[in-house]
């Protein structure tokens, strides 16, 4: 993981719901930065034979830095990190994060936030309600669940915020009718959705034929980090073969190996990285090179592309 | 080497400002190469950077920290519209004044300090005599509004970007030092919007790359990059709404006082994600030196006279060098052997 991961001891671990699980996080080397609400951190686990790395939404207080605190649903069918983090995390247990970052920001010019969460996606709007009610917005929450797995939370939820909560438990056979409470909303709301991909398309598609404008539809959309296939790279002009696996970019494994490569943002946009490839087919990751470029196969970016094969030759 | 502020020096009227030699051995020269062209040209900023450089910490305090202060408290009292944050940014204000307060006193014990109890806040810049208490997040509690309250202690212009729909809007900032924009013209407008009298960078796919990046900057990575433009005189104040009384300062340039006259005006700009608003913090810590002290490093000047020589007419005309320009490179030629 990158050089400025935080490591941070989970201090604390609550069953929240049949299914979900709450851990609470404090830092393990000074102090936790403040955070927005919609704000993600990804938890690396040390799993073998290589770790685990899930994002999870902050839903603590965001002014409160004491600690940070996630929710996680466990995915049986999945082989990842939800089932280390049910059955291998303890209390006491260090683990690695990101900082926070936020891609599912709420639009303080928004006449009114209407949240939609579905299940385990509650999590970014717990962090989102303190900040609400502190800036006396207008809000509502509509939160979706089954009674027997999902509904963390929803308890507290009715208590705080009485008429603003709706809760729809489906196995209860309580339904949200979506067209209905779109088609009522007062211009200038801000619909925020997070939640399985159904409920999303759901949304989508009833604000599209009420000609709501995108900007006013908001839904998390993860950018989970990406790793890739293990391949090697010759280096042309010296001869050497560089191994690069799953976890480690191109370019940071010409630095492991000494091989010099200019570049300034090691995000895929400035350019300053681009090598010349002299065979082997290229996983174009960049924002840099235009559609031309990459149809051509011939350059790049070892900030963030991969080889698509098993081999590169490259031009150093 | 450390810079120690030192007495108040004037950007106006009799210009006396002058940088010490540890200024000018300081400076950030802007050229790696002998050609200029617009690029994405954005870095990581990790700090501590190289002891004494510009780059050592996020924000950077010299010589002329008195002199700009004094400055800025000019140009606010001409004309308060140069600061202004829309009720939106009011956290994301209080974030800068979080992220101010604890790098300077971390990073100038000597000048200034931070002392927390829970919301509590007690703040004393020695610099200026300011020794204030106040409730963190509550802006009544500050003697100004505290967008001016922090921008009145800081080197540097800064604009407050809040982030929405993929897009940075220029909602909040304090302006007083422009390289000839204003921030009343391009308050609420959006990245490509307020970049539109660019030229050349817009076709070049510039801003759609550089507004991807800034859009994915986390927290506590900040990046930097590095701006330039030709001054006439030590002026700070270069900005639209005072274009009467430093326009005609371009058709002041002669053959003898060039080296004198001309400046050398770099922007040290750093992208920092705020943490409780979400919002970025753009801030552009001018630097000026006269083409005279820069030519006492003969490696600056060499490149100077390259770079001038090669500058593309579309961004003579942009920087609004025209009339002077070709003074500059004539004056520069001398420095540069293969001339
Ligand atoms: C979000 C932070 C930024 C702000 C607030 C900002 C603001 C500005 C403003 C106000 C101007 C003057 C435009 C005019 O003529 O009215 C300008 C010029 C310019 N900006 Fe930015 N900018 C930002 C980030 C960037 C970035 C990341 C780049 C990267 C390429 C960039 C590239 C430029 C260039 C090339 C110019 C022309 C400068 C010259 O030739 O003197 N800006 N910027
Ligand atoms: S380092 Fe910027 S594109 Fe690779």
């Not at chain 1, 998390?220 to 970019?249: M, N, Y």
């Not at chain 2, 927290?219 to 270069?238: E, S």
């Not at chain 2, 552009?284 to 490093?297: A, F, G, H, K, W």
Request: include cysteine; hydrophobic fraction near 35%.
């Amino acid at each position: 993981m990158s050089t400025d991961s935080i490591r941070v001891r989970v201090s604390g671990i609550e069953q929240v719901s049949p299914l979900i699980r709450e851990f609470t996080l404090e830092a393990i080397d000074g102090e936790f930065l403040a955070f927005s609400p919609g704000s993600h951190v990804v938890v690396e686990m040390p799993a073998e034979p290589r770790p685990h790395r899930n994002a999870y939404s902050l839903l603590s207080d965001p002014r409160d830095s004491g600690c940070y605190r996630i929710a996680v649903r466990l995915q049986e069918q999945s082989r990842g990190g939800s089932v280390y983090m049910h059955e291998s995390v303890k209390v006491g247990d260090e683990l690695s994060i990101t900082p926070p970052a936020n891609l599912f920001a709420p639009n303080w010019n928004a006449g009114k936030h209407l949240l939609l969460a579905g299940g385990v996606g509650i999590t970014p709007f717990m962090a989102y309600l303190p900040e609400l009610k502190r800036r006396g917005a207008d809000f509502e929450l509509h939160y979706l669940y089954r009674g027997s797995s999902t509904g963390a939370y929803r308890e507290q939820l009715k208590a705080e915020l009485g008429e603003q909560c709706f809760l729809y438990d489906s196995e209860a056979g309580q339904r949200c009718a979506l067209g209905e409470l779109l088609a009522d909303q007062p211009r200038g709301t801000h619909v925020y959705i997070c939640g399985p991909e159904e409920l999303i398309a759901g949304v989508r598609e009833v604000t599209e034929e009420l000609g709501w404008p995108a900007s006013h539809v908001h839904f998390e959309a993860f950018a989970a980090p990406q790793p890739g296939k293990p391949f090697e790279v010759e280096l042309s002009r010296s001869g050497r073969t560089v191994k690069v696996d799953g976890e480690t970019t191109l370019l940071e494994a010409l630095e492991d190996a000494e091989v010099d490569v200019p570049h300034l943002c090691r995000g895929g946009v400035c350019g300053q990285c681009v090598t010349r490839v002299l065979s082997g087919d290229i996983e174009h990751r960049d924002e840099f090179l235009s559609a031309a470029e990459r149809e051509q196969g011939d350059c790049i970016m070892p900030c963030v592309s991969r080889a698509s094969g098993k081999r590169l030759v490259i031009d150093l | 080497m450390r810079m120690a502020p030192k007495p108040i020096q004037s950007f106006r009227d009799d210009f006396t400002y002058s940088n010490s030699p540890g200024a000018v051995a300081r400076f950030p020269f802007p050229f790696p190469e002998d050609e200029y062209m617009y690029s994405v040209n954005i870095e990581p900023h990790v700090t501590p950077g190289p002891e004494g450089s510009v780059y050592e910490h996020l924000l950077d305090i010299d010589e002329h920290y008195l002199s700009e202060m004094h400055e800025r408290d000019l140009v606010l009292k001409e004309n308060p519209k140069r600061c202004l944050a829309m009720p939106h940014m009011d956290l994301a204000c209080w974030d800068m004044i979080d992220r101010v307060m604890h790098c300077f006193s971390e990073d100038y014990p000597e000048h200034f300090k931070l002392t927390k109890a829970g919301d509590q806040w007690t703040w004393e810049n020695k610099l200026l005599n300011i020794n204030d208490s106040f409730t963190f997040g509550d802006s009544s509690t500050l003697p100004l509004p505290p967008m001016e309250y922090i921008g009145r202690q800081v080197q540097g212009d800064f604009a407050l970007l809040d982030q929405r729909d993929g897009d940075l809007f220029m909602d909040a900032g304090i302006v007083t030092c422009p390289a000839d924009w204003s921030l009343a013209f391009d308050a609420g407008m959006g990245f490509k919007e307020w970049h539109g009298p660019v030229p050349m960078a817009h076709e070049m796919g510039i801003f759609d790359r550089a507004l991807k990046y800034l859009c994915a900057i986390p927290l506590g990575r900040p990046v930097r990059r590095l701006n330039w433009t030709l001054t006439v005189n030590a002026r700070m104040d270069t900005s639209p709404e005072t274009y009467p009384s430093w326009g005609s300062d371009r058709a002041s340039v002669t053959p003898e006082n060039v080296g004198e006259k001309v400046h050398l005006r770099v922007e040290l700009q750093v992208l920092d994600r705020m943490s409780r608003s979400n919002a970025l913090m753009f801030s552009i810590r001018t630097y000026l030196i006269s083409l005279e002290d820069l030519v006492t490093n003969p490696e600056w000047a060499k490149r100077m006279h390259r770079v001038m020589k090669g500058l593309p007419e579309q961004l003579i005309e942009y920087k609004g060098l025209t009339r002077f320009h070709p003074l500059v490179v004539d004056w520069l030629a001398k420095y540069d052997p293969a001339n």
